[in-house]
């Protein structure tokens, strides 16, 4: 018992970091008490259960807060499908198994139709979980759009300001 209880602090406390990147204006991932977190400017957006905070994290750019909510709601329908599938599939299958009599006999077909539910509703489970892994490449999409945006021109000296082609400063035409 002693030996699970130091295990499981080990683990919990591994999968954290006291790391918060320091890249301005852009969004990084990191680990936070064993869970994915944003970090932009030097705040933390937890990811939340269906990733809410990656919409917070990639605010203010059109197109990565488009991707995150793809991301979003990819995660909550695809969590629905597999939430749904799954309890409609046992409810299916407690229903075959109280048609059955007590000599396991099928009672005018219900216990089959139980059976054609749960399997049903096992496909249902099964592309619920195949929608919620397309998910991810949207929330990475929507990182990498948010940092590969330039910058916003900051204010400076007349005819100063940052460039498009390239971050560096230079005289503007």
């Known amino acids: ?63 990565a807060t488009r991707a995150a909510h793809e991301y979003r709601d990819r995660m909550t329908t695809g969590l629905v499908g597999v939430l749904g599938g799954l309890a409609c599939s046992l409810g299916g299958m407690v229903y075959a198994t109280s048609q059955l009599d007590s000599n396991g006999d099928n009672v005018d077909g219900n216990a089959e139709r139980g059976l054609w539910i749960a399997l049903g509703c096992t496909v249902v489970m099964i592309v619920g979980a195949g929608y919620l892994a397309t998910a991810e490449p949207y929330r990475w999409d929507a990182i990498n759009i948010f940092n590969d945006t330039p910058p916003p021109t900051l204010p400076g000296a007349p005819g100063y300001g940052w460039s498009a082609e390239k971050t560096s400063l230079k005289m503007r035409d």
């Not at 406390?13 to 944003?38: D, E, F, L, W």
């Open 1 to 63: 018992m002693r030996t699970i209880a130091v295990t499981t602090v080990l683990a919990l406390t591994a999968c954290s970091s006291q790391y918060t990147p320091q890249a301005r204006g852009r969004v990084a991932v990191t680990m936070r008490a064993g869970a994915q977190a944003y970090v932009r400017d030097g705040k933390v957006y937890e990811h939340g259960i269906l990733g809410g905070g990656l919409v917070e994290a990639v605010e203010g750019n059109p197109a």
